[in-house]
């Protein structure tokens, strides 16, 4: 499954299929990206990030992709699990001080 | 051990009256933060703290003033509350400015 960020704020998938989360981030001179994760009642988690000199960082289950020619910024979850459900947010380093967090896509995972 | 800790969980009070939310941090970072998240999800960053010292101060009502006693607590104080204060607040840390942000749970935050 795959969302298109602002336009598509929801995002369902099956169990075990491969999710891709989509961003579109706003400042080209932004140097520093993170996917942050946040279940239900609980804060943000940091789940992966990525520096503008790469194209793609890997992790466990979950790859951050990033294309700077068209700023945008995607994260995929292989082998999705029902604890995957969640709302996923991406951030951009927007200047030395701060972090400014993307509006959010919420994921189901149907069983 | 919970690294960002922020009390109350939930508060529930009138509208006009002044309340406050507390943060702790036990990571030993530099910054601290506070975002409001509104029902939509949205993420909007309030303040910044560096070793005490305030580095942003976004747009936000002057009835809403933090403090930071120094730099493990970042409080928040708000005054006259209104009903659009009506939010999710978060406290966050990280060890310097613009670096990932560890977060606490979230106060929930009910005017009636």
């Known amino acids: 499954g795959e969302s298109v960020g602002l336009h598509l704020p929801t995002l369902s998938v099956q169990e075990g299929d491969n999710s891709i989360i989509n961003c579109a981030y706003s400042?080209?001179?932004?140097?520093?990206f993170i996917w942050y994760k946040q279940e239900s009642g609980k804060g943000p988690q940091f789940i992966i990030d990525?520096?503008?000199?790469?194209d793609k960082r890997q992790g466990q289950r979950v790859t951050v992709l990033l294309n700077k020619t068209v700023k945008h910024l995607s994260l995929q979850i292989a082998a999705t699990q029902p604890g995957d459900s969640a709302v996923y947010f991406c951030?951009?380093?927007?200047?030395?001080?701060?972090?400014?967090f993307g509006s959010g896509t919420q994921l189901t995972v149907l069983p | 051990d919970t690294a960002v800790s922020q009390t109350p969980k939930y508060l529930v009070t009138q509208m006009g009256n002044d309340k406050s939310i507390k943060c702790e941090q036990n990571?030993?970072?530099?910054?601290m933060y506070w975002y409001k998240q509104d029902s939509k999800k949205f993420l909007k960053i309030m303040f910044s703290?560096?070793?005490?010292?305030?580095?942003i101060n976004e747009t936000v009502p002057n009835r809403f003033s933090p403090k930071s006693p120094d730099k493990a607590h970042l409080n928040l104080h708000i005054n006259s509350l209104e009903l659009g204060d009506s939010a999710v607040y978060f406290c966050?840390?990280?060890?310097?400015?613009?670096?990932?942000?560890?977060f606490g749970d979230g106060t929930r935050l009910s005017i009636l």
């Open positions: 966050a840390s990280s060890q310097g400015a613009g670096q990932p942000q560890h």
């Open positions: 400042n080209s001179a932004s140097d520093y």
């Open positions: 990525i520096r503008s000199n790469m």
């Open positions: 951030a951009e380093k927007t200047s030395a001080r701060q972090l400014t």
């Open positions: 990571l030993g970072h530099d910054t």
């Open positions: 703290y560096n070793n005490k010292e305030l580095i």
